[in-house]
């Protein structure tokens, strides 16, 4: 393999800070810049080569970050633009990129635009957001039948239009109140948004994860919803398939434009957030975002892998639908956990150690790049929070139906001491922490130092993983082809050139009989098993509970595999 063939962001692991909540510096019980240097080395070590970081603009925070006020700003709360500077720097000399993460659908209402956009019906930025008169029911006075022009609702609650009194029009906002959603048909906004790009680009960052892409342009004529008949209650916006609010064509072109600009910049990356348009997995679209392969994103999240049961023949049919969504050229990502979600250790492998292996060699020995979430190398689980400690605007509006995000992001866990080493003793994090950092034994003891300690932790796991994905280019520009179909059982090789990895991953409780088709050539030998490494056990032997295999063999690939899916060149 040549340089040449290496892109960071496809071969490399990328990892997701939550910034409140990764490293305090300035001991007020929230994350910022300056704490994060000092956790770099952490993440080379780790095998990083690349960190997006949740939104560290100058904003509100009504949805922590999400609702910018000044995109070329850093929040005081992080730091400064001299502190930012210094993180690319730092970081670079370690071989860490930096993303940052843009919202290109909506701004805050205190952003400097929308104060005048809503100044008055004929503020030169008026059209940069979206407004409109609303309707009037059939024969009733306009002032007091007066509604909103259609029945899109916000994804945080209550309908996506608010009339603005003083300006008598609705705005609307797909999230809260206060994001306004802008108007992406205006060029002039686009100009100015990818003109905000252009600053950080400039700066030296590697590229941008784009929040909600999918989202940007809406039905022109505005039509209503279908609403399908799926129970969704207390969140109304689940019920309606999202037809005419988000993607439509028009995106793509954006998109096109704004990956020239990216191209102008060498070895620059956009991922983007896509999410479906039904609430279930639709693969497919993500996979439209890439467009060609080399004209739109880089690449585009898929939330598949996180909704799917803990079952081998379960993670088979996702994987395989991803796979075959993407187009030739394009590249696939894969994503456990992330701010939004609850984490895969809680929701999938509920609280298990040993799920937790299993999965984060799914993760890493999958054909595409792998996104961790901070903390899911130490098995961080989802905090339990009381009524009162929730901040995410959706928790609090819908406790206790729904507890919201908070629960994910809860402080990284350093170590045992007091506040786990996020922040000083004598303070409170911003979110309390999950009480299993401290202690030790089954439930307790979840933090980096513990598994540093501990050569059997899921920490050095990870690392193990992460070490074999760098040596074995099988693994990051091999081919994947899924070799039988097993409910508790998942195999498949990654084949590049004359070499193969073999995974073999059991998803059960009881000791399994390798298949027939995945057991491999004479040469064969185990690279890595979550049982230890024993260089004379047999590759072929029966799995055990739960156990992760990586059998490395010489060779052509397996003939009773499955389609293949990437041609192993690349
Ligand atoms: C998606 C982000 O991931 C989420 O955290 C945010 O609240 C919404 N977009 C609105 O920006």
Known sequence: MTARHYHWWKHGVLYQIYPRSFADSSGDGTGDLRGLFSRLPYLADLGIDGLWLSPIFDSPMRDFGYDVRDYCAIHPLFGSLDDF?????RSHRLGIRIILDLVFNHTSDEHPWFIESRASKDSPRRDWYLWHGGRRLAGLPWRICRRPPNNWRAAFGGSA????????????????????????????T???????????????????????????VKDRQLRNNPYHLRWTFPRRHDQQLHRYDRNQPEAHEILRRFRALMDRYSETMLVGEVYPNEGRMEPEASASYLGNGSDELHLAFDFSLMETRFTGRAYRRTLERWYSAI?????PTHVLSNHDKPRAMTRRCRGSLAKARVLAALLLTQRGTP????????????????RDSLRDPTGRKYWPFFTGRDRSRTPMQW????NAGFCPPDVDPWLPLNTDYAGSGKAGGVNVEAGEADPDSLLNWYRRLIEVRRKRCELTHGSISFVGTHRKLLVYTRAHEERQVIVMLNF????????PAGIPAASARILLSTHGDAPEARPEAPLRPYEARLVSAEGPANAEASARHGSGTR
């Open 85 to 89: 500077d210094e993180l690319v720097d």
């Open 161 to 188: 239009w608010t009339l603005d009194e003083s300006s008598d029009e609705y705005y609307l906002h797909l999230f809260l109140e206060s994001q306004p959603d802008l108007n992406w048909r205006n060029r002039d």
């Open 190 to 216: 686009e100009r100015a948004m990818f003109e905000q790009a252009r600053f950080w680009l400039d700066r030296g960052v590697d590229g941008f994860r784009l929040d909600v892409i999918n989202y940007i």
């Open 327 to 331: 187009p030739p050229d394009g590249w």
């Open 371 to 386: 996104f961790l979430y901070y903390g899911e190398e130490i098995g961080m689980r989802d905090g339990k929070l009381r």
């Open 415 to 418: 170590n045992s001491g007091p």
């Open 508 to 515: 059960s409780g009881r000791e399994r009989p390798a298949p």
